[in-house]
């Protein structure tokens, strides 16, 4: 089974500074996909950035990339000109592709991101 | 256009009660999830839906049944549910692609309280 480790429960960083969350996966599979979710206090789930683990460049979206190690099983989020909005509860999510159904996502237990302003 | 909408936004409910979550997407997705998240907990799966078909069923208590009447429409029926069943019920649709690609949109969740 696929396991997800976010080993920071809780992370501070001042407005417009650079803050990166760790997330680590256990699978024997090859191809797989890694996501980070937020979800502010609304609990809106929502998309931040994806990675496919056949691609080896890092995924980037506007102030969010990834700094993904395939062979180290890591997938760390990295925030740049942190804002207030940004604080937010971060997950990380695993998910294999799906063959004959439609597999669901498999979370680490979050980080709760702090914009001190 | 990503969005999953949901109904109701609040439900409170008695042990006795029969309820019904409501879920929709108009985004052509032939996936459909249902996640329960506790407070302070990352979302579990309960079930998923291909092709309107039940594919995925993580051994949710009876209480619970899902329900996919179209392409676009996802239900939960709820009776004689316990307070410990009081969670957020998050949906989510995704294309089903070959390669599996396809990326999880989530619904605002329906906030659940069972008295």
């Known amino acids: 089974a696929q396991t997800v480790t976010q080993s920071q429960p809780e992370m501070s960083v001042q407005e417009a500074e650079t803050v990166t969350l760790s997330c680590t996966y256990d699978t024997s599979e090859s191809d797989y996909y890694l996501f980070w979710y937020k979800q502010p206090p609304s609990r809106q789930m929502i998309l931040v950035i994806r990675?496919?683990?056949?691609?080896?460049q890092n995924a980037t979206e506007n102030r969010f990339s990834v700094n993904f190690q395939k062979a180290a099983k890591s997938f760390s989020l990295k925030i740049s000109d942190s804002q207030l909005g940004d604080a937010a509860m971060y997950f990380c999510a695993y998910r294999t592709p799906s063959g004959g159904g439609a597999d669901g996502l498999t979370f680490g237990k979050g980080t709760h991101l702090i914009i001190q302003p | 256009d990503t969005e999953v909408t949901q109904t109701p936004k609040h439900l409170v409910m008695g042990m006795t009660n029969k309820k019904s979550l409501k879920c929709e997407q108009h985004m052509g997705h032939r996936a459909m999830y249902w996640y329960k998240q506790k407070a302070k907990k990352p979302p579990e799966l309960m079930f998923v839906?291909?092709?309107?078909?039940?594919?995925i069923n993580e051994s949710v208590p009876s209480r619970f049944s899902p329900e996919c009447p179209n392409s676009s429409l996802l239900n939960l029926h709820l009776h004689a549910l316990q307070p410990e069943d009081s969670a957020l019920y998050l949906c989510?649709?995704?294309?089903?692609?070959?390669?599996?690609?396809?990326?999880?949109?989530f619904g605002p969740g329906t906030r659940l309280l069972v008295l």
């Open positions: 839906y291909s092709y309107e078909k039940l594919s």
């Open positions: 989510a649709s995704s294309q089903r692609v070959a390669g599996g690609r396809e990326t999880q949109y």
């Open positions: 990675q496919e683990a056949y691609k080896q």
